[in-house]
């Protein structure tokens, strides 16, 4: 079952509208459009509004799209929109480097079709005490390379902190296929490291059907894949045993 936030799909629209107006207008107010603040501005918009759930495409076309209530929605969107944007720019994230492309997405992959590589998670576990580990790098490879990352909120090497004990996550880029409906099958290893603890290796699978990008569709629910607890035990414990 497929459950839809309409207005999720509208925020992410008019956002993206706005930016591109922007930006033909030749930004006038000087605004950052990079990825990030995009992002930011999307999420200061969703946080403001109710949303508003369907199962799949069956309620989307019980809604009225032209009634009275679902411009006003739309007006109230836009004017969150702006106000968030100028949020954003007055406080931009230090740590974004603000340079990308806000279109990257929409631009070099909107209607082509991709494998979308949902997102990773876990959690790791000292295999003595059973506790969650902290202050270890982990990473996810593909054969021979470390993967790359959808954009640069998502780190590989992940380094885990006491701030979420024992848990990582990873957002792989997605990967252009030859059409869409094609399985494809990407074979993943997560590896860690750290001098107190002996290397881990996990080797997993994840199927994935292409599909037609688009720019305002994600499902939490279909694109997080979790893995098994992982254990690692601390250095030279196998040898003293």
């Known amino acids: 079952?497929?459950?839809?936030?309409?207005?999720?799909?509208i925020v992410f629209k008019i956002v993206q509208d706005i930016f591109e107006s922007l930006q033909?207008?030749?930004?006038?107010?000087?605004?950052?459009?990079?990825?990030?603040?995009?992002?930011d501005t999307i999420c200061y918009t969703l946080n403001r509004i109710n949303p508003q759930y369907v199962v799949s495409n069956r309620g989307i076309t019980r809604m009225d799209f032209h009634s009275t209530q679902r411009q006003q929605l739309e007006a109230d969107i836009t004017y969150l929109a702006f106000n968030g944007l100028r949020l954003v720019n007055h406080n931009m994230r230090s740590t974004a480097s603000h340079d990308e492309d806000f279109s990257f997405f929409t631009r070099s992959l909107e209607h082509k079709p991709i494998f979308d590589i949902p997102t990773i998670v876990g959690r790791i576990f000292d295999g003595r005490s059973f506790t969650p580990i902290t202050d270890v790098s982990v990473e996810l490879w593909s054969?021979?390379?470390?993967?790359?990352?959808?954009?640069?909120n998502w780190q590989n090497p992940y380094k885990v902190f006491s701030s979420t004990p024992g848990a990582f996550s990873f957002w792989p880029m997605p990967v252009i296929a030859e059409g869409p409906g094609v399985?494809?099958?990407?074979?993943?290893?997560?590896?860690?490291?750290?001098?107190?603890?002996?290397?881990?290796?996990?080797?997993?699978?994840?199927p994935v059907i292409s599909k037609v990008y688009s720019a305002f569709a994600y499902s939490a629910v279909d694109n997080t894949h979790k893995l098994p607890d992982m254990y690692i035990f601390p250095s030279g414990e196998a040898d003293e045993e």
Do not use: G
């Open 1 to 9: 079952m497929d459950i839809i936030n309409t207005n999720e799909e």
């Open 24 to 39: 033909s207008a030749k930004n006038p107010e000087n605004f950052c459009l990079c990825e990030q603040c995009r992002l």
């Open 143 to 152: 054969d021979t390379e470390r993967v790359e990352m959808r954009n640069h």
């Open 183 to 206: 399985n494809r099958v990407f074979k993943y290893s997560i590896k860690v490291h750290s001098e107190d603890y002996d290397v881990f290796t996990h080797f997993f699978d994840i």
